[in-house]
């Protein structure tokens, strides 16, 4: 199947068993460790979550110095996943640019963090 196809069809319930949340970016540091180039974010989704680490290849559109404060959305129920040296708790989300290239996805206004995608 191409990123172009539709996914099968799924039921409601198996859509809600994917949390996906919006955090905002606290801390974001060079992942020098890394195959590909990419960034570690600090992701702090609210009191019931609270900060999260993940590991990002989106270093074509974005420096670490304008991600620090902005929201992003992420997977924050998979189970941990070791990337090198880093262990990365959740999916940032984005979608590809024409290039293939990751542009973050993201609310275009401020809302609470920790809020869930419906």
């Known amino acids: 199947m191409s990123d172009k196809s539709p996914s099968p069809e799924i039921a409601f319930d198996d859509f809600l068993k994917i949390d996906i949340r919006v955090g905002t970016v606290t801390r974001v540091e060079p992942f020098a460790e890394a195959r590909k180039p990419s960034l570690k974010l600090w992701i702090d989704f609210g009191l019931d979550i609270g900060e999260k680490k993940s590991a990002a290849q989106i270093t074509v559109h974005y420096s670490a110095d304008e991600l620090a404060g902005r929201q992003v959305a992420a997977v924050v129920n998979f189970p941990p996943r070791q990337i090198g040296p880093m262990m990365s708790e959740v999916l940032t989300l984005g ?19 920790g809020a869930r995608l419906f």
């Open 95 to 113: 979608f590809p640019d024409e290039n293939g290239e990751v542009v973050l996805f993201a609310p275009d206004l401020k809302i609470p963090d």
